[in-house]
C-alpha cells in the first residue's frame, strides 16, 4: 500500500522557519522527490525537487532560504524553510517520482501559513 505522510506544517510569523517531512512507503523504484506548493488561486507549482543521487534544483522564488534534502534509507523528505515569508503561504504537497515512465505519487498536502 502505497503511503505518503507528510508532517510539519503549521502557522510561524514572517522571518521565521518551519521544516516539512514526507515519508514515503510502499513505492518501488523511488527516483526523484519533491514538494509543490498551491497558493489559494493560483496553480501548483515546484518548490523544490531532490533526485536519488543528491542533485537539487529550486524554485527561484525560494533560493537561499529553503533547502530539501532527503534520507534513501527512510525513504523521507525534507524541506527546511528559513526567512518565511506571507507570500510562501500556501499548501505545500509532497511528490515521489519512479522514474521516466513509471507514476508519481503525491502526499496529501500540509499548510503552510506565514503571518506578517
Known amino acids: 500500500q502505497v503511503q505518503l505522510v507528510e508532517s510539519g506544517g503549521g502557522l510561524v510569523q514572517a522571518g521565521g522557519s518551519l521544516r516539512l517531512s514526507c515519508a514515503a512507503s510502499?513505492?518501488?523504484?523511488?527516483?526523484?522527490m519533491g514538494w509543490h506548493r498551491q497558493a489559494p488561486g493560483k496553480q501548483r507549482e515546484l518548490v523544490a525537487v531532490?533526485?536519488?543521487?543528491?542533485?537539487?534544483n529550486y524554485a527561484e522564488s525560494v533560493k537561499g532560504r529553503f533547502i530539501i534534502s532527503r534520507d534513501n534509507d527512510k525513504n523521507t523528505v525534507y524541506l527546511q524553510m528559513n526567512s518565511l515569508k506571507p507570500e510562501d503561504t500556501a499548501v505545500y504537497y509532497c511528490?515521489?517520482?519512479?522514474?521516466?515512465?513509471?507514476?508519481?505519487?503525491w502526499g496529501q498536502g500540509t499548510q503552510v501559513t506565514v503571518s506578517s
Open positions: 511528490r515521489v517520482d519512479t522514474g521516466t515512465w513509471g507514476p508519481a505519487y
Open positions: 510502499g513505492i518501488l523504484g523511488i527516483n526523484a
Open positions: 531532490i533526485t536519488s543521487g543528491g542533485r537539487t
